[in-house]
């Protein structure tokens, strides 16, 4: 008992100190696996997507072993700065209010927000007016939950925010949302698949591109020009475009 | 020196600017939320305690699965096969004219608490209604009562003062178990501090969450006690106030008086 205990103490002891370690030869690296195409579990559990494609892409440019796991949206900013792993990537968008606690390579895509609302919908836009009264749906702690909180919210819409955006899709689908505010291509995907025949996409909210990033901690100033690096080169060597068009159709860097 | 100046030693009051009302709002709704499950979970619950308790056999047997289902699985599952699973079934809720009900996060969240703090409450009735005496029963029979009677005037009152307690557990119990509601878009205590900390990230939101929380229960705590002064008075009907010098006297004496008192 003794002797177990004295074991898994060195245990976590050795392992603190091997990510603490300057030059990484591993690293760990964090994705949500409910936001598709971006991240997703497939059917064995095992993550996939977009964001995954692009990780083992930039970990081989880097030549570091790279594993990735799973991580609710909701605790990944802290458990980043708790060194639970190294990096998100996760279609995080680069943001001011993120940024005073994290760090963020160059962006690997950009998105506006979109608004998808069911099929028989009287919402005619996007725009502040026309969502007056209206519940509108997010996922919590991302910028679309921001836009459906205080731009909707301020004007007259009711803002229910969720832990993943399966769950507002569902909400939509089923009728208890009138709207549902996400990033466009996550959007277009869950309206290509299950959302077909309940929903339809109402249009882009102006003034809403932004650029998703690496999640990194301050700190590691090294592991950033790393990656800005390797976004640079997996861009330049045409591994980008080939990752990028099993996903999608059009050009999203 | 103001009164906010002392509360900024403790708190951030950036924080508490932005915050402030929202968590008191938060308060509002898990007090609401957890008052109404547990009042109408414990009619229910009584109800199911009392069909448990009947020598009918399916009536024992339906109740007995229906505590066994909601005292077996999660909380979380119950709410969100409420309030996902039924809630995809729309076009039969609107044919039933019951939408409006599962429409909403917060009746779902409602129902859901609702129906597992019966199950609880259930047990608990049923094992104080059990306590009391069969001689009690008997007395009451011998002398003509009625078995409604019975129950509302003999058995149920002594009953309560058995269950008093476990119910109290039950309430703390739920009051903590209402944060589940925030996954379902609830701006409960919960949720509100889910929201604040997605903007700040700021982990002394959390406390202050774990410190209402505290409050709640402490608040119960007390008001529990008051409940159970009252219900157990007839107990205490009898007791005199200790005489008054006995409690002036010096240890030593009380030793003097009573050699063989440890």
């Known amino acids: 008992m003794y002797k177990a205990i004295l074991a898994a103490g060195i245990c976590v002891l050795a392992m603190t100190s091997l990510t603490s370690a300057q030059e990484k030869k591993e690293i760990v690296v964090a994705s949500e696996g409910a936001y598709p195409p971006f991240n997703s579990m497939d059917s064995n559990n095992k993550l996939q997507g977009f964001d995954i494609d692009i990780t083992n892409a930039l970990c081989e440019k880097m030549q570091v072993k790279c594993t990735i796991v799973a991580q609710d949206w909701d605790g990944m900013i802290p458990a980043l700065l708790a060194k639970k ?3 998100i990537v996760a279609s995080m968008t680069i943001t001011e209010e993120r940024k ?10 950009r998105t506006p927000l979109s608004v998808a609302v069911p099929k028989d919908s009287k919402i005619k836009d996007t725009t502040t007016a026309s969502m007056k009264g209206m519940s509108v749906g997010a996922q919590s702690s991302t910028t679309q939950a921001i836009h459906a909180e205080e731009v909707y919210g301020k004007a007259g819409a009711e803002a229910k ?8 899709n569902a909400d939509l689908a089923n009728g208890r949302l009138d709207a549902v505010v996400s990033d466009k291509f996550v ?12 929903c339809k996409m109402l249009g882009d909210i102006e003034g809403t591109m932004s650029e998703a990033g690496i999640a990194i901690r301050k700190e590691d100033k090294d592991l950033k020009e790393r990656f800005n690096k390797a976004i640079k080169d997996i861009v330049a060597d045409g591994t980008y475009k080939k990752i990028q068009s099993k996903y999608f159709e059009f050009d999203i860097y | 020196m103001t009164f906010r100046d002392i509360l900024g030693f403790v708190i951030d009051l950036d924080l508490l600017d932005r915050y402030g009302w929202r968590f008191l709002e938060g308060i509002g709704v898990t007090a609401q939320l957890v008052a109404i499950s547990f009042t109408l979970g414990g009619a229910l619950g009584l109800l199911l305690a009392l069909a448990r308790l009947s020598d009918k056999g399916p009536l024992r047997w339906l109740t007995g699965a229906y505590i066994y289902f909601f005292r077996g699985s999660p909380l979380l599952a119950q709410l969100f096969l409420l309030y996902y699973g039924l809630g995809s079934l ?7 004219g019951l939408w409006w009900f599962f429409r909403e996060a917060w009746s779902c969240a409602l129902l859901a608490f609702t129906l597992n703090t019966a199950a609880y409450q259930a047990e608990i009735f049923r094992g104080a209604i059990r306590s009391v005496p069969r001689g009690q029963r008997e007395a009451a029979a011998a002398l003509g009562m009625h078995r409604a009677v019975t129950f509302a005037k003999v058995i149920f009152p002594q009953a309560m003062i058995v269950c008093l307690r476990p119910l109290g557990n039950e309430l703390i119990l739920m009051i903590k178990a209402s944060a589940i509601a925030s996954l379902v878009t609830i ?3 919960m949720g509100v501090t889910k929201l604040a900390f997605s903007r700040s990230y700021d982990f002394e939101l959390y406390l202050w969450a774990a410190v209402l929380y505290l409050l709640i229960v402490e608040c119960i705590r007390r008001l529990w006690a008051v409940l159970e002064r009252r219900l157990t008075r007839h107990l205490r009907a009898g007791d005199l106030p200790q005489p008054a010098q006995r409690n002036g006297l010096s240890r030593v004496t009380k030793t003097a ?6």
């Open chain 1, 85 to 87: 792993f190294d990096a």
């Open chain 1, 100 to 109: 005073k606690q994290i760090d963020f390579t160059d962006r690997y895509y």
């Open chain 1, 161 to 168: 925010l969720y832990p993943t955006q399966d769950e507002a």
């Open chain 1, 187 to 198: 959007l277009v995907e869950w309206l290509k698949n299950a959302g077909k025949d309940c």
């Open chain 2, 90 to 96: 729309r076009a039969f809720w609107t044919d039933l």
């Open chain 2, 187 to 189: 701006y409960d205590l």
């Open chain 2, 257 to 262: 008086l009573k050699p063989n008192a440890q």
